[in-house]
């Protein structure tokens, strides 16, 4: 009797199958899951349908001589869809010792497998930005040693050769000389861009600050930051590097699109120590986010994105059509060490 209603009341599926896969008995669970009701057949599951088999042998992977305990698969419910579910089997032998029923335990694993998924794409999410990073590092790494030596050496020969050089050619000379000057001046800011010196000694408010330099040359702008963190205070590296990055996305987008030069950057402590808080406003043309999430082909914001998520933070875009933009980001500190942990 208590049998029977634990058989009733589980909120996994149960069911006793005869050889025939004939189902003699099965509970609510397990009905709400597949449909299925006594005197249905137990239908074969995505992975026994199209294994291979001997001529001899049984299909089903439960009837068989070495069935496995547990195994996962899909299963065709009455309702003609499928369902991921895990199985587990105990068989019931009869009184002369062979087998007669089997009990199946059916557990429907859908949540299981989003969670599963989710965890997937987070972890892809990681792995394309810290590639895209080895990448940066690699060919900020290549310009320099490559490309900015052999600049450097050819400089030295212009040096040399300028003794020489007949006065017809001077004015020629000095503008080789100027665009070699230009050049060399272009591949090194071009590899601080891609893999910023400054942070790897200094930490993230140095090579802010020089950021901030270098965007202001650049663009005419004009930009102030608030910089209230503890003095002192050093984040794990990728956290860093991932909050230079997303200022830098919002800082190039600001000069790109807001038309705007006056900006203003904050990052200070949230009131509960726990994490930090960013803000970057400006007083430009704005945009409306939920047209530009769906429409643009840009990847800057989607970056943002995900880099937001990698450090288990939230961003939030505040933009309207010719009312400037502010993007405010809030991070916390523990879940980044955590997620360096997890790397290690
Ligand atoms: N600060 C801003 N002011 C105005 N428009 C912006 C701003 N930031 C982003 N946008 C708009 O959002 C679009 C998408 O930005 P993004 O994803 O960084 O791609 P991209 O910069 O390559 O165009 C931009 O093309 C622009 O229209
Ligand atoms: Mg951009």
């Not at 001529?55 to 070495?66: A, S, V, W």
């Not at 547990?70 to 419910?77: A, C, G, I, L």
């Not at 893999?195 to 930490?203: E, V």
Request: aromatic residues 6%; proline residues 4%.
């Amino acid at each position: 009797m208590l049998e029977h209603m634990l058989f009733q009341a589980l909120s996994d599926g149960v069911l006793i199958m005869d050889r025939n896969r004939i189902i003699q008995e099965i509970n609510p669970a397990a009905t709400r899951m597949t449909g299925w009701e006594t005197g249905h057949k137990v239908p074969y599951c995505l992975f026994c349908q199209y294994r291979e088999v001997e001529h001899d042998e049984e299909r089903c992977l439960l009837m068989g001589k070495n069935a496995p305990s547990y195994f996962e698969s899909e299963m065709p419910t009455l309702y003609g869809e499928s369902i991921p579910v895990s199985f587990s089997t105990t068989y019931l032998p009869a009184e002369d010792g062979t087998v007669e029923h089997t009990l199946l335990m059916l557990r429907d694993i859908s949540q299981k497998k989003q969670e599963e998924e989710a965890r997937m794409a987070k972890l892809l999410a990681r792995q394309t930005i810290e590639a895209q990073e080895a990448e940066r590092k690699r060919l900020a790494q290549e310009l320099h040693d490559g490309i900015g030596q052999s600049l450097y050496s050819i400089s030295m020969a212009l040096g040399l050769l300028r003794q020489i050089v007949p006065e017809s050619g001077t004015q020629l000379f000095a503008t080789a000389s100027a665009t070699l000057a230009d050049t060399m001046r272009e591949v090194k800011q071009l590899s601080v861009t891609l893999r910023p010196p400054a942070l790897d000694i200094l930490g993230l408010k140095a090579a802010l600050v020089s950021l901030i330099r270098q965007m202001e040359q650049h663009f005419s702008l004009k930009i102030t930051m608030r910089y209230k963190l503890p003095l002192g205070l050093r984040m794990s590296s990728s956290m860093e590097l991932h909050i230079y990055r997303i200022v830098q996305e919002i800082l190039s987008n600001a000069a790109k699109h807001a038309k705007s030069p006056v900006l203003f950057l904050s990052l200070r402590p949230l009131s509960n120590r726990f994490g930090l808080r960013l803000t970057i406003r400006d007083k430009g043309k704005g945009f409306d986010p939920i047209h530009v999430y769906r429409h643009s082909t840009g990847l800057g914001l989607k970056h943002l994105a995900e880099r937001t998520k990698l450090l288990q933070g939230s961003m939030h875009i505040s933009s309207a059509p010719g009312r400037g933009t502010v993007l405010r980001f809030v991070i916390p500190f523990t879940s980044t060490e955590e997620t360096d942990n997890e790397k290690n």
